[in-house]
């Protein structure tokens, strides 16, 4: 394999413990893969070259642990971080696995559930605190209804709200340097969830108390599960200031969560993808939310989580010969040239520009003829994805 394309610690390419941790099974089948303990996965995360590791509370210390039994996994993860370099840049909690949250958590309808979420989120910023994670992500994983009889959705909203407001106190009170990036999803594992997208979440961030310490976590997966363009969410979120990590994997539109290896389906989305967070700087984690096919043993999910990292880098390399590839510069020259007419009329509002902009005499024959030449573009975009510029 070309070495071009091997990740360094630069590149931030992170994975969840659950995600290589994946033992394979799905609501139709059992286990295909034994359990690894979360200091193999670092060691398996290490020799595959990503530079970071994330979990849920209950990926690294089980819910029922002793407090000692606890101790003694921090104590082993701690070793495997140092033995391997290996860094925590967002921890997380899980608010939807166990049966205590089946009507949600935040956004339960019974008090000793919500207070519970909160005991156990705060729990959960303390652990990932201590293994120096900067970001912390919610994502509501049961926070929607499968009947809106049982629930007003505005009264769910308000508790969302309360909690999210709550819990940045704690972060502030604690001294902790902790940003929040919220995950949204349209549906699964419940019937709708609420704040279904990234575009759902800016506009819900916005009412918080301490808006400035909240942002997203956009995902491919749960963007396209709603048919919707992921760059153009992640691309609000980046001209907001609220990209604060991101989730990669890949599926096609219309189907069930199906988390699969980064590029996996859709190339050119990713490439439009990759080419959007390169060509705006974006420094966050490349956290990979996803996992390998049912039909991989240990030897495969390493494929899986190198797979995920070469594609990315191949399609950043992509991105460059786009950026410096002549005939493509020259198109998008041209569309410059149009943007740049009529600089007078450039700027804020003025009585005088609304006057001149009121009384300018368009061609709007003349305009409209001209072809703007964005099939050649595209296929040039296409050529270059192939491999042939
Ligand atoms: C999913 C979600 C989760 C979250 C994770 C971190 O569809 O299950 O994407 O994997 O990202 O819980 O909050
Ligand atoms: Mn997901
Ligand atoms: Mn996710």
Not at 80 to 109: C, E, H, K
Not at 230 to 252: E, Y
Not at 336 to 341: F, G, L
Request: glycine fraction near 8%; aromatic fraction near 10%; charge should be negative.
């Amino acid at each position: 394999m070309n070495t071009k394309f091997e990740p360094k610690p630069e590149h931030k390419f992170t994975f969840g413990l659950w995600t290589v941790g994946n033992k394979g099974n799905d609501p139709f089948g059992d286990d295909v893969r034994k359990p690894q303990s979360p200091v193999d996965l670092v060691y398996l995360l290490a020799e595959v070259g990503a530079y970071g590791v994330n979990f849920h509370d209950n990926d690294l210390i089980p819910i029922d642990a002793s407090p000692s039994a606890a101790e003694t996994i921090k104590k082993d993860f701690k070793k495997a971080l140092q033995d391997t370099g290996l860094v925590v840049p967002m921890a997380t909690t899980n608010l939807f696995y166990d049966p205590i949250f089946r009507d949600g958590a935040f956004t339960s309808n019974n008090a000793h559930v919500r207070n519970f979420a909160l005991q156990k989120t705060m729990r959960s910023m303390d652990l990932g605190v201590e293994m120096g994670a900067e970001v912390f992500v919610f994502w509501g994983g049961r926070e929607g209804t499968e009947t809106d009889a049982a629930k007003d959705p505005v009264e769910s909203i308000k508790r969302m709200r309360a909690a999210m407001n709550f819990l940045c106190e704690y972060a502030l009170d604690q001294g902790y340097k902790l940003k929040f990036a919220l995950e949204a999803k349209p549906n699964e594992p419940r019937g709708d969830l609420y704040n279904a997208t990234t575009g759902h979440m800016l506009g819900f961030i916005a009412t918080l108390d301490h808006p400035e310490m909240v942002g997203v976590n956009p995902e491919v997966a749960h963007e396209h599960m709603a048919g919707l363009n992921f760059s153009h969410g992640v691309a609000q979120a980046i001209d907001a200031g609220k990209l604060f990590h991101i989730d990669l994997n890949d599926q096609d539109f219309g189907r069930y969560d199906q988390d699969f290896r980064f590029g996996a389906v859709n190339l050119k989305r990713a490439f439009f993808l990759v080419k959007l967070l390169e060509d705006h700087s974006y420094t966050g984690s490349r956290h990979f939310d996803a996992h390998a096919y049912r039909t991989e043993d240990d030897e495969g999910v390493k494929d899986f989580a190198r797979g995920c990292m070469r594609t990315y880098l191949i399609l950043k390399d992509k991105v460059d010969r786009f950026n410096n590839d002549p005939e493509i510069q020259k198109l998008l020259g041209e569309l410059k040239r149009m943007d740049h007419e009529l600089p007078e009329f450039k700027g804020p509002y003025s009585q005088e520009k609304m006057k001149a902009i009121k009384a300018h005499p368009f061609d709007r024959k003349a305009i409209s003829e001209k072809g703007l030449r964005y099939e050649l573009l595209d296929q040039l975009t296409n050529e270059v994805v192939l491999g042939v510029r």
